[in-house]
């Protein structure tokens, strides 16, 4: 998984197959994280503690957390093909039980012991997945490795198997993903290229494809965006039934287009078919008309003669008794 890049300097001058073997190095898929990365041999306890765990624990051959990379955590199984299949499935029942535990945390709640000590990405709409396990495969022993695939898929399949969801795309709530692959995949191919199996699927994919959920992240996606044209038609329709004003044509706001069909039993809005500045300068005529026939309401202003629409609403009578000399009569 990890691929130190050779410094093809030190092997200038070195005979013509080790300069090739350098150089195909270079040439190599990338790896993932640094030394850093992985610890080695770390136990998983369904009992006891992390520093004294219980009798018949998994032991992680490998933990791998490189969140820099998309990878927060992967355990990793790796296996000579000399063990028999009902072995290493054994393994995965070890780690199930391990998932399943829970402590308490520094904030008095109850947590799964995995998560007091790696960090990982909380669930994702109701698909609460165990942490992955990686099984790297070498073929050393008699036993093939791909029958050795199968073999242990058919026999972890309560821990692996989802469940079919609506729009073509699998859920894995409190299921473990389990991924294969051989060595020599892996060094073909590397991390990126297509050499995991995720057990229960056909094809092979990428590391991240494998342990992930590609096509219900794409169903997802799907209905977001669905979501998203639903949401600008209706605004596009709402905008083509939203009244204007009869005066200036501006666009109800949305207050004044709900005040102007509520319904009010004691007689309703008075001009529904003007907009709040409009109506408010209507108002403001209205009483100023009423000074002009002797009727003060407000005070003793007066409107200019360019009509209505250059008083200020949100000014007061003082700029109205200095913008102009004429009254505007109505009716």
């Not at 092997?11 to 990365?37: L, R």
């Not at 490998?62 to 820099?68: G, Q, R």
């Not at 200019?304 to 000399?325: I, N």
Request: glycine content about 10%.
């Amino acid at each position: 998984m990890i691929r130190p890049q050779p410094d093809l300097d030190l092997v200038a001058g070195e005979p013509a197959e080790a300069v090739a073997a350098a150089q195909a190095w270079v040439d190599a898929p990338d790896g993932i994280g640094s030394i850093t990365s992985y610890a080695t041999e770390v136990a998983l306890p369904a009992t006891g503690t992390w520093r004294n765990p219980g009798v018949g624990c998994a032991w992680a051959d490998i933990v791998l957390t490189a969140p820099e990379v998309g990878l927060p955590l992967l355990f990793i199984e790796a296996d000579n093909c000399t063990e028999e299949a009902p072995i290493i499935a054994a393994k995965f029942d070890k780690y199930m039980r391990h998932f399943h535990r829970t402590v308490k945390d520094t904030d008095g709640l109850d947590k799964p012991m995995w998560r007091t000590r790696w960090s990982a990405p909380e669930p994702k709409w109701g698909d609460a997945t165990h942490p992955p396990v990686l099984l790297v495969f070498h073929q050393v022993g008699k036993r093939p490795a791909l029958q050795q695939m199968k073999n242990v898929a058919d026999l972890t399949r309560e821990h692996w198997q989802g469940q079919r969801a609506e729009g073509g795309f699998h859920i894995y709530h409190q299921k473990m993903p389990i991924v294969a692959t051989t060595l020599e995949l892996l060094r073909e191919h590397g991390p990126a290229g297509p050499a995991f199996w995720r057990f229960g699927r056909e094809d092979r994919q990428n590391l991240w494809e494998a342990i992930g959920n590609p096509r219900r992240d794409a169903a997802l996606a799907r209905r977001a965006e669905e979501g998203r044209r639903r949401l600008a038609q209706q605004a596009a329709e709402r905008a083509a039934q939203r009244p204007a004003c009869a005066d200036c044509g501006a666009k109800f706001t949305d207050d004044r287009w709900k005040a102007s069909v509520a319904v009010d039993w004691g007689g309703g809005d008075s001009h529904p078919h003007l907009c709040d500045d409009c109506k408010c300068l209507f108002h403001i005529s209205c009483a100023l008309w009423g000074y002009s026939r002797g009727e003060p309401r407000w005070g003793d202003g007066v409107i200019p003669k360019s009509g209505l629409r250059s008083v200020s609403v949100s000014g007061d009578l003082a700029e109205v008794r200095r913008s102009g000399v004429a009254v505007c009569a109505a009716g």
